[in-house]
């Protein structure tokens, strides 16, 4: 018999939603803690290309990401 251990811990992930609801965006990302920097990034790309502002790593880490179980 296997057991899953991952049931058990209670698996999280890190999620960013855009929310300019008024413009229409959809832009969602859900990864693995160990992918935080990658998630940031685009994160931060997406928001200067399709938004026209600019913010740091940081700011989008305290303001955007937040923890989900999965």
């Known amino acids: 018999m296997t057991t899953n251990e991952q049931a058990d811990e ?3 992930a890190l999620q960013v939603a855009c929310d300019t609801e008024v413009s229409g965006c959809v832009f ?3 990864t693995e803690e ?3 920097d990658r998630l940031l990034e685009i994160t931060r790309d ?3 290309e399709q ?3 600019e913010y740091t790593i940081d700011e ?3 303001r955007h990401v937040t923890e989900v179980e999965v």
């Open 28 to 30: 969602l990302m859900r």
């Open 34 to 36: 160990d992918d935080r």
């Open 60 to 62: 989008i880490e305290e």
């Open 46 to 48: 997406h928001v200067r």
């Open 10 to 12: 209670g698996i999280t």
């Open 51 to 53: 938004h026209g502002k």
